[in-house]
């Protein structure tokens, strides 16, 4: 059984239909890319699964739970929990700080709560700036505090979105570091991208959307070799730059 199961998932928006009829599953233990343009319907989806959004129609299994219409509170409680696209630490407050509240959030007594702070600041490699303002912050370190009290909470299902956006090169790859960390602790990942290069190296499946409905699903060797995917998104001249430089280096 997959841990999380989107079943014929369907949201509109008055007529606009952003997420059409979508299916696929994310195995435990495994990092799932949700890739597509932009209007794609990936934030939509993402606000589905972790119940910020009720469904126009279909299923969400989680854990083998139906989920299809709980609260955010309660599908986060299950251990499904999601990053959001524009990022919102508590400013006023330390990065030590921001990253307890998500440890809090499980009922952790102080000391319990502090060492798992302390874990998760490691993890997404912010312990040098454990005593520093959120607010202050460059947005690529951001981007990790949100992870870090994403993961503070304890997930099963960490969803990320967007988190490399805006980042440069660099910050990419220390990114595309801390996400293969937390697979090898056994966190399942469904990772939100705008940026393709990014999350074919660590992606197991690659699931594509384009105006709301998914037009593709495989390994990202598939991926960069869909008629369709190529067509809506990549552009050839892409996939020959990724063939060529190598970057699809998982699953074959
Ligand atoms: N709350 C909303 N109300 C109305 N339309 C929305 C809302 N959220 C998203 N949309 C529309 O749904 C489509 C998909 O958006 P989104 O899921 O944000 O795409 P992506 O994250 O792939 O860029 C877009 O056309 C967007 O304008
Ligand atoms: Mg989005």
Redesign the pocket.
């Known amino acids: 059984m997959a841990l999380l199961e989107v079943r014929n998932l369907t949201?509109k928006?008055?007529s606009?239909v952003?997420?059409n009829d979508v299916s696929f599953d994310v195995e435990k233990g495994s990092v799932v890319g949700l890739i597509?343009?932009?209007?794609?319907?990936?934030?939509?989806?993402?606000?589905c699964v972790s119940g910020f959004?009720k469904p126009t129609s279909g299923k969400l299994f989680f854990d083998g739970r139906d989920v299809t219409n709980l609260p955010a509170y309660e599908v986060a409680r299950l251990g499904a929990v999601r990053t959001f696209?524009v990022v919102r630490p508590l400013k006023e407050m330390t990065v030590l700080d921001n990253v307890l509240v998500g440890a809090f959030l499980r009922g952790a007594d102080n000391e319990t709560a502090h060492s798992v702070a302390e874990e998760c600041l490691s993890l997404c490699r912010l312990e040098d700036k454990s005593g520093n303002l959120a607010g202050g912050l460059p947005i690529g370190y951001k981007k990790r505090l949100e992870m870090a009290r994403a993961l503070a909470t304890g997930p099963t299902l960490l969803m990320l979105?967007?988190a490399m956006a805006g980042l440069t090169s660099t910050e990419i790859k220390e990114a595309l570091e801390i996400i293969k960390g937390l697979r090898e602790r056994g966190i399942t990942l469904l990772v939100?991208e705008?940026i393709m290069e990014a999350i074919m190296s660590v992606a197991d499946k690659v699931v594509v959307?384009d105006g709301?409905e998914k037009i593709a699903e495989g390994t990202p060797r598939d991926i960069v070799e869909d008629e369709r995917v190529i067509k809506a998104y990549l552009g050839a001249k892409f996939t020959e730059r990724l063939k060529r430089t190598g970057e699809v280096t998982k699953n074959g």
């Open positions: 949201m928006f008055g606009l952003a997420c597509g343009p932009n209007g794609a319907g990936k934030t939509t989806l993402f606000n959004y696209q979105d967007e939100v705008h959307l709301g």
